[in-house]
């Protein structure tokens, strides 16, 4: 391990017109580590390394590589001395294979002159190499979301990069993908490479990384030794207090009440398919579906939310919904928001049509003005600007507005796709508190995650699905993380 450290900030802030993202960041990387930085969305992490990748400029101090100054003009610059950056949003292009997209990301280099035949003859060893199952013939769109991740780290591989950067690598992965993920991470450390992760998972920190450092409001609050530390003082460092124990739920589930009857659903799109489906949710319950991404997860949403997009011959069965609807879906940038439109607009989603916003086809603007100022005031959405764009909020503030434009309408029942799906360990406390708080109101409540940690801390209940159909199902005495990676695995 070189006594140089492999990265270093100092005095780095950084400017967007008048607000600070960083200010006067100082902090080391050891060499051949893997190094973790955490902190609430919006801390400024992000901001932080995309300085290192060379994305943004730094308004004031500087970033050393192995003890030299550096100042990038672009990513490209970056990439000349072996950084590579792995994005939370994977800058893929759907359409076009595996290989295109990495070889998208090779122009001008030694390999992108090869023949194709020998580019791919090499991929094809470095992905054998780290167990990547992948096929580089296959669509993009086609693939999963773990499959996805693979080929934005192969991309960066091939480029014999010697600094890693990931940016919330377990957002979207399943228990079973997170773990192929840490052994590779290990091999790469193994082999000297310097790997940094932005994660707002404590248990990861703990589990994979050899120093942390912490930031909170744009600026470095520690640097320390992961084996110095624990998941209660990070989280205290991050969020500037001690987390709350949730209370225990003084609320029975209301079983003469039943608000989701799904009777022997079956539904294809694509590739996907569900099959025989039934479950039942009742009021002031949660019922948690869990299962490995791929599983048929997203065409159960799609049925309960948008069946037309469905193949018609394919879907048979019933769904029996009893009362007002809220929901948040899974990729709320793909499904949920227009990004580029403010944040009240957002809000209004899927509500521009009820009296108190609309009359006739004219919206009531002070009165939806008013309700989206109160609901960011409530849900603690932040900066407190109705008027400020969606895409500029931190993905913690993102989702807390749609869970807020979701719960705020007292819905019976609520359909919770990955509801805190790549946001900080305060923005999952304050959304894990609304459902609870939602729950013990008389709302039923369907929880989609791949986080087991989530639907064992929230579920009454949790269906495994698996292979397009709910192979098994655990009450609350009966869960057991073992026992439910067994039956998402089919067993």
Not at 174 to 197: A, H, S, W, Y
Not at 258 to 269: F, G
Not at 409 to 430: H, K, L, M, N, Y
């Amino acid at each position: 391990m070189s006594t140089t450290p492999a990265v270093e900030f100092r005095g780095i802030s950084k400017y967007f017109g008048t607000v600070r993202a960083n200010s006067d960041l100082s902090f080391k990387v050891t060499a051949g580590t893997i190094h973790g930085i955490v902190g609430e969305n919006g801390a400024g992490k992000s901001t932080a390394m995309k300085i290192l990748f060379g994305l943004y400029k730094p308004d004031e101090g500087e970033v050393l590589v192995h003890g030299k100054p550096v100042h990038f003009h672009s990513s490209i610059d970056a990439m000349a001395h072996k950084i590579g950056m792995v994005h939370q949003h994977f800058m893929l292009a759907e359409p076009f294979t595996a290989l295109d997209n990495i070889l998208l990301q090779q122009k001008g280099s030694a390999f992108s002159v090869l023949p194709r035949a020998e580019q791919k003859a090499r991929l094809h060893e470095i992905a054998q190499r780290y167990g990547f199952d992948i096929n580089l013939d296959a669509k993009v769109e086609d693939l999963s979301v773990g499959a996805q991740q693979r080929i934005e780290i192969l991309k960066i591989l091939s480029q014999d990069s010697e600094i890693l950067i990931l940016d919330e690598p377990t957002a979207v992965l399943t228990p079973q993908e997170v773990q192929d993920l840490f052994k590779n991470l290990l091999r790469l450390k193994e082999e000297g490479k310097t790997i940094l992760i932005i994660t707002h998972k404590l248990k990861e920190v703990m589990a994979l990384t050899d120093e942390v450092t912490v930031f909170r409001a744009g600026q470095v609050i520690a640097n320390k030794k992961t084996s110095e530390t624990s998941p209660a003082d990070l989280a205290e460092m991050m969020v500037g207090r001690r987390l709350q124990n949730p209370k225990e739920r003084s609320t029975k589930v209301d079983t003469s009440k039943e608000v989701l009857k799904i009777s022997n659903l079956c539904a294809e799109q694509g590739n996907h398919k569900i099959h025989d489906v039934c479950l039942n949710v009742y009021a002031r319950e949660i019922v948690g579906v869990a299962g490995v991404e791929g599983n048929g997860q997203d065409i159960l949403i799609r049925a309960l939310l948008d069946r037309h997009a469905l193949d018609k011959k394919s879907f048979s069965g019933s769904i029996e919904v009893n009362g007002k609807v809220g929901s948040f879906p899974e990729d709320r940038l793909r499904f949920g928001v227009l990004p580029s439109r403010p944040v009240w607009e957002n809000f209004l989603l899927g509500q521009q049509k009820l009296s108190r916003f609309a009359r006739g086809i004219f919206l009531k603007k002070k009165d939806i003005l008013k309700a989206t100022k109160e609901a960011m005031e409530v849900y603690d959405v932040r900066p407190r600007n109705e008027l400020h764009s969606f895409e500029k909020l931190s993905g913690g503030n993102q989702q807390k507005l749609v869970v807020a434009r979701a719960l705020s309408q007292s819905p019976d029942f609520v359909i919770a796709a990955q509801p805190t799906r790549g946001v900080d360990i305060g923005a999952i406390e304050f959304i894990h508190n609304e459902l609870r708080r939602c729950r013990d109101e008389g709302s039923g409540i369907l929880l989609i995650s791949s986080e087991l940690d989530e639907l064992m801390a929230l579920s009454d209940r949790i269906a495994v699905l698996y292979k397009g159909r709910f192979v098994a199902e655990f009450t609350r005495s009966q869960f057991d993380e073992i026992a439910l990676g067994a039956a998402m695995g089919g067993a």
